[in-house]
């Protein structure tokens, strides 16, 4: 087996060629996928594994088994050349779609997306050279998260709104800090990235016996993925990261978190729902035309039935959470000021949960320009008669922080003064670095009387005064401040459409 370096090198450089023949990340990305899970199917149905994988014949175009058809498997695929082979791994693609378990969802409406079968055959030879599940899960990994990383950069594709940053997802499992033994859900959970986060925490900071490895192998994650395509690279990032079994059954579900509790009752919840205000679905009208209605869930456990998409996300998670659960969730701005629904469920999140931490965020983070986001930490309770929130303690790195993509992106140590600041497994130690000798102090807390007497119970405290408008000689590039105003007016616009949709629901 070649060493790591070079076998990373290969998978990259053979990435970049593609793309010169204008085949994109995404669409490499997905024949990896295909390719590298089949190729190591084969290696585990053969000793010392020795997995129970059905591998099905070539099927027909309504699902059955030709029963002369030729084997859907690795082997019979590495036989083919030229055209046979281009039109075999079609056929393979479309037969092993129909499977069940991890096999079905890992291929489901799986399409070939490289049309030239040398181009093809040179993946499917690179792959074949290596025992898979002889390399370590941390190289695999690494490999399959810079693909991903790559394909999230690719704004074209809209694949960045299923790549949370690594580095605010660490700071957030950090402050976290789950334990092993515990269930953990993410209701969209997109590529992966808050369960590999967890995955690692508890590794690292825990010597972990026979029954809790098993336990965290295929018993800790669970979650809700409603695009085919985005949850087949979350379950496949999973595997090569070791969690999960090739011949279990997914535990990513296709459905729609929001439609119905189905009486999920987990210990941790780490999300960034899907950017976006509004749930809505495609219907054919009386004309037979197609048509965008608004969608609102009418849920029993939810506190308001409104279309906003956050807000329903946000009683969705509280709604998941055991009495003594925990939550860190990723929420645009809206969500903290908006009326009507908004004020609703905020008083009902204070009252019901501890909501004791919000970490306002910068824009130039995410790859869905101009977005204003925050994080909120809050732990479940059982039913009070009082208000559980007393305090909320507010950070906030986004006044005078100036991140993009490219240039200038998000880190680890970016973040650890807030880590630092929320003292994790120790809150009642906190220090507030705010104060009216220390106006300039990120780190503040609120009472819960301070936030109820605010109009609408609005969530969306600043104190700091913006420097750049004061500060000619401080400001940032030319083209990161071209890129930061660009952001801005997106701001701008995504808080006057809450504003009117709050204006048109009271």
């Known amino acids: 087996m070649s060493n790591e370096s070079s076998l990373i090198s290969k998978i990259w450089n ?11 990340y995404g669409d490499y990305l997905e024949q990896i996928t295909y390719l590298l899970f089949l190729k190591m199917a084969d290696e585990m149905s053969k000793p010392p594994y020795d997995k129970k994988l059905h591998f099905p014949r070539v099927k027909d175009s ?17 036989r083919k050349r030229g055209a046979e082979l281009e039109a075999f791994y079609s056929q393979l693609l479309r ?9 079905g969802q890992i291929f489901t409406k799986s399409q070939n997306k ?4 040398a181009k093809l055959l040179k993946i499917i030879d690179m ?7 002889m390399v370590g899960a941390d190289v695999k990994g690494d490999i399959y998260e810079g693909l991903l990383e790559k394909n999230a950069e690719d704004t074209k594709s809209g ?11 660490r700071a957030m499992v950090e402050c976290v800090r789950p334990e092993p033994g515990k269930t953990i859900h993410d209701p969209a959970c997109g590529t992966g990235g808050f369960f590999l986060a967890a995955y690692d925490f508890i590794t690292r900071h825990h010597d972990l016996d026979r029954d809790q490895k098993a336990f965290l192998k295929n018993r800790t994650f669970f979650g809700n993925e409603i695009v085919a395509g985005t949850r087949r690279l979350c379950l496949m990032n999973m595997f090569l990261h070791n969690i999960g079994e090739i011949d279990g059954d997914s535990f990513i579900s296709p459905n729609d978190a929001l439609i119905a509790d189905e009486g999920l009752r987990v210990d941790y919840v780490l999300a960034n729902p899907p950017f976006g205000k509004k749930s809505s679905m495609t219907i054919t009208n009386e004309e037979g035309g197609q048509e965008k209605q608004d969608l609102s869930y009418n849920r029993q456990d939810f506190w308001a039935t409104t279309s906003n998409k956050q807000l329903n996300f946000l009683q969705h998670i509280r709604s998941l959470l055991k009495i003594t659960g925990q939550a860190a969730v990723v929420l645009p701005d809206n969500v903290l000021f908006e009326g009507g629904a908004g004020e609703t469920v905020r008083k009902e999140l204070m009252r019901a949960t501890e909501l004791h931490t919000i970490l306002r965020l910068p824009t130039g983070i995410f790859y869905a320009q101009g977005v204003k986001a925050n994080v909120l930490f809050f732990d479940n309770k059982p ?20 991140h993009t993509l490219k240039k200038k992106t998000l880190a680890l140590t970016d973040l650890q003064p807030f880590i630092d600041a929320y003292k994790p497994g120790k809150r009642h130690k906190r220090v507030a670095s705010w104060s009216e000798k220390n106006p300039e102090g990120r780190w503040r807390k609120f009472s819960y009387e301070e936030i109820l007497a605010r109009d609408k119970t609005n969530l969306d405290i600043f104190w700091l005064k913006d420097q750049s408008l004061a500060d000619l000689d401080n400001l940032p590039e030319p083209d990161e401040l ?3 105003i660009i952001e801005n007016l997106e701001a701008g616009l995504e808080s006057f459409r809450a504003v009117s949709v709050s204006l048109a629901g009271d």
């Open 159 to 169: 694949a960045g709104q299923y790549f949370t940053p690594r580095a605010l997802i």
């Open 482 to 484: 071209a890129e930061e």
């Open 62 to 78: 309504e699902g059955r088994e030709e029963p002369k058809g030729e084997r859907c498997d690795w082997p019979t695929l590495c």
């Open 114 to 117: 490289i049309q030239d079968p």
């Open 14 to 24: 053979f990435a970049n060629v593609l793309r010169d023949d204008g085949v994109g």
């Open 383 to 402: 039913a009070a008669r009082t208000p559980w929130t007393q305090e909320v303690w507010i950070y906030d790195y986004r006044t005078n922080i100036h």
């Open 95 to 103: 037969s092993l779609a129909t499977e069940r378990g991890m096999l």
């Open 127 to 133: 792959i074949g050279k290596e025992q898979w599940t």
